[in-house]
């Protein structure tokens, strides 16, 4: 295997270390006169970026004359946005090349290389992707971005939210058109796909002004949101009047003509599961892989990994199951007696689904008091935990988050799927909370979107292994700071670090060996507690995401090897907390890059 990912047991009996005083190295020298040149060629850059995208804008907090649009989706507009972005990287290569830059620049420059680098490598399998599925499809993702994203502070936002609806219908019909393209092409998706994207759509339809009842979910969020502006009621009357129209005229027919064309593309669907079934599948999956890991692990490497992993985990919780009062020979008398237990679960009730979501509040409270022993560096932005919106919690993840707007306009967001409650265990409430919240990805991304200092295609850009990798880190780095002290609590945070061993197993087995779904399904059921829905649900998110969920374990490898190797170099002069800032500090890196800072940091530390 290669180094990287030599990480072993011993790595992580290394444990937490308490923080020790540390002399930081002395300031930099004054940056480079090219440092400010090459800053604001990235400044140019994020703002040709963003000019061609009002979805990054709206992210982003802006509210300007785009506010109103849709990104420009079309195979065109694909091919002269990644033009633009290697006319930039020719720029900064004739220009900065040899230039005297600080060693802040340098690394924009070689993360900037790297960005455009990927996108140029993902973009010759642009034609294999999927504008609709149960992962990332347009169908729900347009209307969660209204809800969650579009905010109204005035009529003109009011209004431009009503553009929008009115945009949605040619929006989902130009997607319709690309899907059928690529479809015909022989890049459908798996047969399976398709009753999940309808079903998203007749979601969407259920509820006012589409039938009668209750207000439908775009609706109900644009009627709550002009309710709280300081207007006329004459005026609010008339904006709701202006949105109930864009969803009869707009909204309405097309996702009524999405659902006959998704009958209709399912036809077109190639046996298998794995995108071995599409043209150029294996060289797809070798691309995806390299773009999630940011590494050069081959497929059969990701197998062995998880094999061993999901071993090394598996005598874990066989020699947790005393602690947790279960008496258990072997693996699947532990299993069925978790999955069992009426305790391991919350009712499926909204008095269920609230205490559920009042146990992650309380986690998160409880970690974030204890944070400043392992952080120095903490973010600004609050976070809050929602449930999934009702319209799209039966095909969307059981868990992810939404980092905060830079303004502070919008709170980092942890989202919880509590659609079906047996795939939310209540033993699992701790790790899931803190791989999504504190200390994962809203401390990690809410700090990159407040630095100072680096370019933000730097703050808000992304690599799959360091920000999965980090949340996957945190799981861990909860219990060396006292958490878990509940032995099922414990048994949860091993059961999730086993499902991600197991999407190596998995992933590599579906796009690289030729598994079907029942097959990984059955992996699934053979070696973890969870049900088969909870199941079925994560087989079906690594079919259509080739690669992703490769990333978290493969990262967090990396992270707990680098963290030994700089205790041992440095002895009582490590530091937690030193440690950390140098992970977070630097915004989303590649793991090589990632090393790279560990080493200097460690090296740069001694007398």
Do not use: C
Request: avoid cysteine; glycine fraction near 6%; hydrophobic fraction near 45%.
């Amino acid at each position: 295997m290669p180094r990287i990912f030599l990480a072993t047991v011993s790595l992580l009996a290394l444990g937490f270390a308490a923080p020790v005083a540390f002399a930081q190295p002395a300031a930099a020298v004054a940056p480079a006169p090219a440092d400010a040149a090459l800053a604001a060629l990235f400044a140019r850059y994020d703002k040709a970026t963003l000019d061609r995208s009002p979805a990054a804008k709206a992210f982003r907090g802006i509210k300007d004359a785009d506010y109103a649009r849709w990104d420009d989706v079309s195979d065109a507009a694909a091919a002269a946005n990644l033009a633009e972005d290697e006319r930039f990287l020719a720029e900064m290569r004739r220009d900065f090349a040899e230039a005297p830059l600080s060693e802040t620049s340098r690394i924009s420059y070689r993360l900037f290389e790297k960005m455009v680098e990927r996108r140029a490598a993902a973009a010759k399998y642009r034609q294999l992707g999927l504008p609709f599925d149960q992962m990332n499809g347009a169908q729900t993702g347009l209307p969660a971005f209204l809800i969650n994203i579009h905010r109204i502070d005035s009529v003109a936002d009011a209004e431009a939210y009503v553009a929008r609806l009115q945009g949605l219908g040619p929006q989902i019909d130009a997607l319709i058109a690309i899907a059928d393209q690529r479809a015909k092409a022989g890049a459908a998706a798996p047969e399976w796909v398709y009753p999940h994207v309808i079903n998203d759509a007749r979601s969407l339809l259920k509820g006012a002004p589409f039938e009668a009842g209750a207000d439908s979910s775009l609706l109900a969020d644009f009627k709550s949101k002009v309710g709280k502006l300081a207007i006329a009621d004459s005026e609010k009357a008339r904006l709701v009047l202006a949105a109930d129209a864009a969803l009869k005229e707009s909204v309405g027919p097309a996702y009524r003509r999405l659902i006959p064309a998704m009958q209709a593309q399912q036809k077109l669907a190639r046996p298998g599961d794995g995108v071995g079934r599409l043209p150029d599948g294996a060289s797809y999956y070798a691309e995806r892989l390299q773009f999630h890991t940011t590494t050069a692990i081959t497929p059969d490497e990701v197998h062995a990994l998880g094999l061993a992993e999901v071993a090394r985990i598996q005598a874990e919780m066989l020699a947790l199951a005393p602690k947790m009062g279960i008496k258990a020979k072997d693996l699947t008398g532990l299993f069925a007696a978790v999955r069992d237990n009426p305790m391991s679960f919350y009712p499926d009730s909204d008095e269920g689904r609230a205490a559920y979501l009042a146990h992650a509040q309380a986690s998160l409270d409880a970690m974030s008091a204890k944070l400043p022993s392992a952080f120095t560096t903490l973010p600004k932005a609050p976070l809050v935990v929602k449930r999934v919106e009702a319209f799209r919690e039966k095909s969307a993840g059981k868990a992810f988050y939404q980092r905060p707007a830079p303004d502070g306009s919008r709170p980092g967001t942890y989202y919880a799927n509590l659609y079906n409650m047996r795939e939310m265990p209540r033993y699992e409430v701790d790790a899931l909370a803190f791989h999504e919240g504190l200390p994962g990805h809203h401390l990690q991304l809410a700090i990159a979107t407040e630095l100072k200092g680096i370019p933000d295609f730097r703050k808000f850009g992304g690599f799959t292994a360091y920000s999965e990798g980090w949340g996957l880190y945190t799981e861990l780095l909860a219990k060396e700071m006292g958490f878990y002290t509940d032995p099922w609590q414990d048994f949860g945070r091993l059961k999730m670090d086993l499902w991600r061993a197991i999407r190596l197993v998995v992933d590599s087995g579906m796009h690289h060996k030729g598994w079907s779904r029942e097959q990984a399904i059955q992996y699934h059921l053979d070696n973890t507690p969870s049900d088969r829905e909870e199941i079925v649900r994560a087989v079906e998110r690594y079919a259509v995401y080739p690669g992703q969920a490769t990333a978290y374990t493969i990262g967090k490898l990396e992270i707990l090897k680098l963290r030994a190797e700089a205790r041992l170099a440095m002895g009582d002069r490590f530091d937690i907390r030193g440690f950390h800032d140098v992970i977070l500090k630097s915004g989303a890196v590649p793991l090589d890059v990632l090393a790279e800072n560990v080493r200097a940091w460690s090296e740069g530390a001694k007398p």
